[in-house]
């Protein structure tokens, strides 16, 4: 089974609106962290925002927030007055605890492509 | 500070001569990651160092690719007898790993990558 699930492969939004991209995740792990990266064009792998499994806030970084609803095991990215640079992929991650006895490697879902309008 | 680099950025090579790939982590990082990425797709998972040492082989997709790290820096990605399904983006990321306290918020940072074509 899938430990990280993107469901969008494609989005488009126009500039100046906010849009949420989906990612929901599968761990038994009660202690885990949440990423998102971005990779435009260039292809560098960017660190956007973490969320820790027990941090009580959603985690917020300038226009990006994460919506994290822990009992859906949904932890969308939401990118608020979207801009035309923010047209790239972005990667939803999740490293689960070493309680769990598991990898230290993230997992990684296959990424949602944003298309920003002007 | 500088961030994580590779070398080359871009290798363009025949089928069946060997490549050797290098990252060089952010200072003081002591887990390294080695990922490939092919075109339009997710990151594949090659091999994990902590320190000199690499716990998780298990991406690793033949023994034709191996992967040494030295001094818990400098790490090089060594494919022998290229193939064309070799051609790809290959990816390498560091982070605090045990150094850091080994937590599950332990960040990775990628590099610009090296894109692969086997002709």
């Known amino acids: 089974a899938q430990k990280i699930t993107q469901t969008q492969p494609g989005m488009f939004v126009q500039e100046k609106e906010a849009v949420t991209l989906d990612c929901t995740y599968d761990t038994s792990d009660p202690s885990y962290g949440l990423f998102w990266y971005k990779q435009p064009s260039s292809g560098e792998m960017i660190f956007l925002i973490y969320?820790?499994?027990?941090?009580?806030q959603n985690a917020t970084e300038g226009r990006y927030s994460l919506n994290f609803q822990k009992a859906r095991k949904s932890a969308n990215l939401v990118i608020s007055a979207s801009q035309l640079g923010d047209s790239a992929m972005y990667f939803c991650?999740?490293?689960?605890?070493f309680g769990s006895g598991g990898s230290y490697i993230p997992t990684f879902g296959r990424g949602t492509s944003l298309i920003v309008h002007p | 500070g500088a961030g994580v680099s590779q070398s080359p950025s871009n290798k363009v090579t025949e089928k069946g001569k060997d490549v050797e790939l290098r990252c060089d982590p952010i200072s003081g990082h002591t887990a390294l990651y080695w990922y490939r990425q092919s075109l339009g797709q997710g990151l594949e998972f090659l091999i994990y160092?902590?320190?000199?040492?690499?716990?998780?082989k298990s991406g690793l997709p033949s023994d034709r690719f191996s992967a040494e790290r030295t001094g818990g820096s400098v790490s090089t990605l060594t494919i022998q007898r290229t193939q064309q399904e070799d051609s790809a983006v290959y990816l390498c990321?560091?982070?605090?790993?045990?150094?850091?306290?080994?937590?599950?918020?332990?960040?990775?940072?990628f590099g610009p990558g090296t894109r692969l074509t086997v002709l």
């Open positions: 160092f902590q320190g000199n040492s690499a716990p998780d």
């Open positions: 969320q820790g499994s027990y941090d009580q």
């Open positions: 991650a999740m490293r689960e605890g």
């Open positions: 990321a560091s982070s605090k790993g045990l150094a850091g306290g080994g937590s599950h918020s332990d960040t990775q940072y």
